[in-house]
């Protein structure tokens, strides 16, 4: 297992890492805490791990100055015990391990099972959707026991048929009985094989409902404990990350359209999987949040079965936000991850939703008459039958999820005291409030944006056509309602987007993380949020700020069947093997105890023969680096770039707010007679976007582990 931080040093430190320590007769006693950072406990519980080397009297442990020696076992590894001390208060707690003349003491900071932790304070209100949430037999958590959406802890057993073809197939196991005859069978990665029973625990934590499911047979096996893991489990943890985007004030009542934690994918190999419905974009639209519930709900997990050697996190969409920005914001929390459909942040999505909004709307006018579709591509540089609703896009408007009562929502003219349903308002913690307003503040901005200029370069559309569109194209006001002005953002919350993490960096933890993205193309159709250049927005941070990609992996092919399809006829190489090789990847780095930083580890150890690849037309790998333009493989899927990479912004795409400079000759490929130079200075009275200078405001995060 990999600390969430680096906290542990010397023998311990190599325990946590995989690898069995030698102990010395006299080595120090140690104590961990393995669920989660020690100042991050949560529930009131913890898996602590004492190294008390060499042989003397009964370990004595007391939490608090209670004996809790009874909840400790022999671990797997000679000196090593383990145990979940329960009961902590909220706070600091003290838990001292003692063997003689020898003790550790390590203070646990102990938060409500409902948070916050480190995501700040809790949007209110908060709808409960327990009562709607369906387990698999058909029944669900019932009507929610406190203010914070609390139910009673399920534990469910079900089984896979044989003949089964995917989730909705499962059966209640009969309990008190003999395994029924149809039971079909799993091989694990480790090669054990084992019933296709399912334990599916659900229960709720920091207000969202959370499933935790692994293989296990009550009917041969005994309970699950840390010290008691199942036969199947193969020491690897998955967690599964859902999209969407216009989600607030909710609970959940599921993981998203056919959303589940009992996909085989992962589960029939052994993984112990999880997910919380705060984990689905489409419930939680905020990052921050979403990696304080991963790292509870992980917690959890720990508890219950064990610590893991790694974790494996994956989501599309708003799951590869959510892992990307986990990884590079709260590293630890996931080791590798595999980012599908990757549209690398919230922020972005904002800013390449409102640009392509209020290019359609420009479109729509009478000004725009002449200009034929081919211009309108060129200009937009995405097919132009995007769906302009799209849901990143209707969140920048007050457009509230369906359990909100419409009486409570925000109106500019009849509800100024309502609630804003806006990514700025659910991402509030991070970039705070207008304090005139009262409002999050704004971070959506076009001013100095030279719409369509690459496509006056390319001389697909004239200067005329060039100067009416940057005259007339407007923006947003605060209400995400279209306006003549272009749209201004607050510099202050710009600033805090930057420094808070909300722009993915790319050169915090995610230096540190192995990662295997894999890229369904998609940019023939209507779905702005799923570009091909998302992929190469996400490498060309990582790269400026580490100077390498070469723990980032990208495999791409043609889109057929979801988010894991293979383009082969009857194959599914690349997400079967994809997670193979990420498998491999990882136990590598585990076993590595050589001498190096992590991030030194995470490159020697990726497999030889997992390097960037397509699947043509043909379902023939093609081999090569993939980049944002040229090579083999972009002749068969080539990039799109949207309208503000058209503009001219660098491939990072990770400016919010450009900084301005006055209007210059050389940018034009096209000669300007002098009106219309002085009608393009007039549009661009301030000047327009200078795009070899960083962002108004763009920083580095000061550190990762943020709290608010």
């Known amino acids: 297992m990999q600390t969430f931080r680096a906290t542990c040093l010397g023998v311990f430190a190599a325990a946590l890492l995989g690898a069995a320590p030698v102990l010395a007769a006299d080595a120090a006693l140690t104590i961990a805490v393995r669920s989660s950072p020690p100042d991050m406990v949560s529930g009131g519980d913890a898996l602590i791990e004492i190294v008390a080397p060499g042989s003397g009297p009964n370990l004595v442990v007391k939490a608090n100055g209670t004996d809790v020696s009874k909840d400790f076992r022999p671990g797997k590894d000679a000196g090593h015990f383990v145990g ?4 902590l208060k909220t706070g600091d707690n003290a838990v001292v391990a003692r063997r003689g003349a020898q003790s550790a003491t390590i203070t646990l900071k102990n938060h409500p099972i409902v948070g916050p932790v480190f995501a700040g304070p809790k949007e209110q209100p908060f709808f409960c959707e327990t009562d709607k949430f369906k387990l698999p037999d058909g029944t669900t958590l019932g009507a929610p026991l406190d203010k914070d959406c609390g139910v009673k802890t399920v534990v469910s057993y079900f089984y896979k048929p044989k003949g089964a ?48 499911a692994m293989l296990h047979d009550p009917t041969t096996e005994a309970p699950v404990s840390p010290t008691a893991a199942p036969k199947a489990w193969n020491k690897r943890l998955a967690y599964e990350f859902f999209g969407g985007c216009s989600g607030m004030y909710r609970q959940g009542a599921d993981f998203g359209s056919a959303g589940t934690v009992l996909d085989d994918q992962f589960l029939g190999q052994g993984y112990v999987v999880m997910s919380n419905t705060l984990n689905v974009f489409q419930n939680n639209c905020d990052d921050l949040l979403a990696s304080e519930v991963a790292m509870m709900t992980k917690e959890r997990a720990i508890e219950t079965v064990g610590a893991p050697l790694f974790t494996i996190g994956f989501g599309c969409s708003g799951g590869s936000h959510q892992v990307l920005l986990t990884a590079d914001n709260y590293p630890g929390i996931l080791d590798g991850i595999i980012p599908l459909c990757n549209s690398v942040d919230w922020s972005r999505m904002g800013q390449q939703s409102a640009d392509t909004v209020v290019l359609l709307n420009y479109f729509k006018k009478p000004a725009a008459t002449g200009l034929t579709d081919a211009q309108k591509v060129a200009i937009l540089g995405v097919p132009i039958n995007v769906n302009p609703l799209d849901p990143i896009a209707r969140s920048l408007a007050s457009v509230c999820p369906e359990v909100v009562p419409k009486e409570m929502i925000y109106n ?211 081999t090569e680096e993939l980049t944002f333009s040229g090579g083999k493989c972009n002749a068969v899927y080539p990039t799109n770039a949207p309208p503000r990479m058209v503009a001219g912004t660098p491939e990072s795409n990770d400016i919010i707010k450009c900084q301005l400079k006055p209007v210059d ?38 550190k990762t582990w943020q709290t608010f």
């Open 665 to 702: 000759m050389a940018d034009y490929k096209v000669k300007l007679s002098a009106a219309e130079m002085a009608r393009l200075k007039k549009v661009f009275a301030d000047g327009v976007c200078d795009w070899t200078k960083p962002g108004v405001g763009q920083v580095k995060p000061p």
């Open 84 to 87: 979940v001390v329960r009961g």
């Open 412 to 622: 500019p003219q009849t509800n100024l005291k309502g609630l804003r349903c806006t990514i700025s308002e659910h991402g509030v913690n991070a970039i705070g409030r207008d304090p005139k307003t009262g409002f999050a503040r704004n971070i959506v901005d076009n001013v100095g944006v030279q719409y369509g200029l690459g496509a006056l370069n390319a001389g697909k559309i004239n200067v005329d056509q060039f100067l009416t569109l940057n005259e007339q194209v407007g923006g947003f006001d605060d209400d995400g309602l279209p306006t003549k002005t272009r749209s201004k953002a607050d510099p202050i919350g710009v600033e805090a987007a930057y420094r808070t993490g909300r722009v993915l960096h790319g050169g915090m933890g995610l230096r540190d993380t192995a990662v295997l993205e894999i890229r369904n193309y998609s940019d023939a159709d209507t779905n702005v949020a799923h570009l091909k250049y998302g992929t190469f927005a996400t490498l060309a941070r990582i790269k400026r700020e580490t100077g390498t990609r070469a723990n980032y992996v990208v495999f791409l092919e043609g889109q057929n069947n979801g988010e894991y399809s293979a383009s082969r006829p009857g194959g599914d190489e690349v997400s079967h093997d994809g997670i193979k090789k990420l498998d491999e990847w990882l136990t590598a780095i585990v076993n590595d105890n050589a001498a190096g930083a992590k991030a030194e580890k995470v490159i020697r150890n990726k497999p030889k023969d997992l390097t960037d690849s397509c699947w043509d037309r043909n379902n023939q790998r093609i």
């Open 165 to 212: 073809t995917g989730p909705k197939d499962m059966k209640a196991l009969p309990t008190g009985k003999p395994l029924p005859a149809d039971v079909d069978q799993a091989t694990t990665s480790l090669g054990v094989k084992v019933p296709y029973v399912v334990r599916l625990e659900t229960g709720t934590i920091d207000r969202g409902i959370y499933q935790i």
